[in-house]
């Protein structure tokens, strides 16, 4: 059984159905890498695995229970964590309080303060800066953190990437190996299809709410995975 199953999985926002019928898995300290153009469903999806949106039909279970419909504090407990788009961090609050407030004491493991400060060394120097005074690339580094202070088995990104400059972006994607080789499963959402094979072990591209290609992402023919995001065949 692998760490992280959705089967068939639908949801949507009023009579809007934006996903249909997704399945995916990750096994525990796996990287999937979720694709799709903009509208894809892409955002829904991780909204649904997290609980922040409800299910429509269809399951989603972490480490065999069923989570579809738990609420945020269920699943922190579970130790599943979001990295969202925007980052949304405290403005006022420093660096290390950001992180601080992440924690989750009835999970301690493998990351803290300090080993958050290791994989992302420009973070040493802020730490006492507010979240406002951070640099874009610098926030999501905080927002990465802080999701990892809740020692997560399972770390939904949703566009790390999104806004920043691509010497930052490499920066932020050389942490992802080192958080993966912790044990910590990923499940990434990205637009740059070279980014996202480069990260992942399996690639699973969205079109219109459903599962148009996946695969192996070593394996993965990037002609049929181009015509898939732009929904070609
Ligand atoms: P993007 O890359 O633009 O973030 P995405 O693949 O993440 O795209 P979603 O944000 O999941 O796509 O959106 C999927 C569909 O659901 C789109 O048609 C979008 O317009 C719609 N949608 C998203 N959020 C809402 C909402 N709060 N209310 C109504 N419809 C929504």
């Known amino acids: 059984m692998a760490l992280l199953e959705v089967e068939n999985l639908s949801a949507g926002y009023g009579l809007f159905q934006a996903l249909r019928g997704i399945s995916l898995a990750a096994e525990e300290g796996e990287t999937l ?26 399951r989603v279970s972490f480490d065999g229970t069923s989570i579809e419909n738990s609420s945020a504090h269920q699943l922190a407990r579970l130790g599943i964590s979001m990295v969202p788009e925007g980052r949304k961090l405290f403005p006022s609050l420093t660096v290390e309080d950001n992180l601080i407030i992440g924690s989750y004491p009835k999970r301690k493991g493998f990351w803290t303060v300090e080993r958050v400060y290791a994989l992302f060394p420009e973070l040493v120097k802020r730490r006492n800066n507010r979240g406002l005074d951070l640099s874009g690339g610098e926030q999501q580094m905080v927002a990465i953190g802080r999701a990892l202070m809740a020692n997560p088995r399972l770390l939904l990104m949703d566009e790390i990437s999104l806004g920043l400059a691509p010497i930052v972006v490499n920066q932020i994607y050389k942490s992802l190996p080192e958080i993966s080789g912790h044990g910590t499963s990923i499940v990434l959402v990205e637009q740059d299809l070279n980014r996202a094979l480069s990260v992942s072990n399996h690639v699973y591209c969205l079109l219109e709410g459903h599962v148009e290609l996946s695969g192996l992402s070593a394996q993965m023919d990037r002609q049929a995975l181009i015509d898939a995001y732009f929904g070609a065949n």
């Not at 694709?35 to 429509?56: D, F």
């Open 33 to 58: 890498a979720i694709v799709g153009a903009n509208g894809a469903g892409k955002t829904t999806l991780l909204r649904t695995i997290c609980g922040a949106l409800p299910a429509m039909t269809g």
